[in-house]
């Protein structure tokens, strides 16, 4: 039987959750594959399954034939090709993703050449449409990230403004009563499916506030849940810099005195049942 790499996905309801501190964790195990090269965004898996889904979508007028047959043109989109009967276009980018992702595997599993047979994994920051979809054809690990919304506020303001630039969904036009609505809207989302997971074989919970508080118990948990060795070490590792923290520490409950009361009501309307379910201090 060939050996493959099994996936860990890592799941967030929205930056700033502590997805970049779990997979520097997770790097330091000799079981995992990683770049281990901050801040941890390189998703093969994610690149190669667009790379088929785009066979799927409605072609495109940026490009055509002369594009397609030029060997030094790197323009990829949609087939160029209008009503296609010969074959079905979802079915084949279906097959396409899975094979890619297999083959991907494999050549991991094979590179590195693992002695005595040991599970080695591939951990990867995935977005949602990609995750789903791999795990109904390949057995995959899931960690799910949680952090409490109204630190994820903060976390996200203060980031932002640190960079000097917007990210993380925050546009330009959004006041900061109409990003925490939208903060909320995915929280919520992301909350549904995560509950949805609780106690399955396959995914684990992992509480920012955790990790960073408590962080060697959380860390053994995930080392035995995986039934490998990981040699993080929380003081050697904290040089490695969060820039809106303090002295590159990670801060939980910030809300407490950074959040607007105008923001912490919005959040607490719209997430009270979340918050108090994962049983964050309410107030």
């Given at each position: 039987?060939?050996?493959?790499?099994?996936?860990?996905?890592?799941?967030?309801?929205?930056?700033?959750?502590?997805?970049?501190?779990?997979?520097?964790?997770?790097a330091?195990?000799?079981?995992?594959i990683?770049?281990?090269?901050y801040p941890?965004?390189?998703?093969?898996?994610?690149y190669l399954?667009?790379?088929?889904?785009?066979?799927?979508s409605?072609?495109?007028?940026?490009?055509?034939?002369?594009?397609?047959?030029n060997?030094?043109?790197?323009?990829?989109?949609p087939?160029?090709?209008?009503?296609?009967?010969?074959?079905?276009?979802?079915?084949?980018?279906?097959k396409?993703?899975?094979?890619?992702?297999?083959?991907?595997?494999?050549?991991?599993?094979?590179t590195?050449?693992p002695?005595?047979?040991?599970?080695l994994?591939?951990?990867e920051k995935?977005p949602?449409?990609?995750?789903?979809?791999?795990?109904?054809?390949?057995?995959?690990?899931?960690?799910f990230?949680?952090?409490?919304?109204?630190?994820?506020?903060?976390?996200?303001?203060?980031?932002?403004?640190?960079r000097?630039?917007l990210?993380?969904?925050?546009?330009?036009?959004?006041?900061?009563?109409?990003?925490?609505?939208?903060?909320?809207?995915?929280?919520?989302?992301?909350?549904?499916?995560?509950?949805n997971t609780?106690?399955?074989?396959?995914?684990?919970?992992?509480?920012?506030?955790?990790?960073?508080?408590n962080?060697k118990?959380?860390?053994?948990?995930?080392?035995?849940?995986?039934?490998?060795?990981?040699?993080?070490?929380?003081?050697?590792?904290?040089?490695s810099?969060?820039?809106?923290?303090?002295?590159g520490?990670?801060?939980?409950e910030?809300?407490?005195?950074?959040?607007?009361h105008?923001?912490?009501?919005i959040i607490?309307?719209?997430?009270?049942?979340?918050?108090?379910?994962?049983?964050?201090?309410?107030?």
């Amino acid at each position: 039987m060939k050996r493959i790499a099994t996936p860990i996905f890592i799941h967030i309801p929205q930056g700033r959750c502590g997805s970049t501190l779990i997979m520097k964790i997770l790097a330091s195990s000799p079981n995992v594959i990683s770049d281990n090269q901050y801040p941890f965004e390189n998703r093969y898996l994610t690149y190669l399954c667009k790379i088929a889904k785009i066979i799927d979508s409605p072609p495109s007028e940026n490009w055509n034939n002369t594009n397609l047959i030029n060997i030094n043109d790197r323009t990829l989109g949609p087939l160029p090709y209008k009503n296609i009967s010969i074959f079905n276009k979802k079915t084949l980018s279906d097959k396409l993703s899975i094979n890619l992702v297999s083959t991907f595997l494999k050549e991991l599993y094979h590179t590195h050449k693992p002695k005595n047979e040991i599970n080695l994994f591939y951990p990867e920051k995935i977005p949602p449409w990609n995750a789903k979809y791999i795990e109904k054809h390949i057995r995959c690990k899931n960690i799910f990230m949680i952090r409490d919304p109204r630190d994820i506020f903060v976390s996200i303001k203060s980031f932002n403004e640190k960079r000097g630039f917007l990210s993380f969904g925050w546009q330009i036009s959004d006041t900061e009563e109409a990003f925490a609505l939208k903060l909320c809207k995915q929280f919520k989302n992301y909350y549904e499916w995560f509950i949805n997971t609780t106690n399955k074989k396959d995914s684990l919970h992992v509480k920012y506030e955790d990790l960073v508080s408590n962080n060697k118990k959380e860390v053994d948990r995930i080392s035995k849940w995986l039934e490998i060795k990981i040699n993080y070490s929380q003081k050697e590792n904290l040089e490695s810099r969060h820039i809106s923290t303090k002295n590159g520490t990670p801060q939980t409950e910030r809300w407490v005195k950074e959040l607007p009361h105008k923001i912490l009501n919005i959040i607490n309307n719209e997430l009270e049942n979340e918050i108090k379910t994962l049983g964050y201090r309410f107030q």
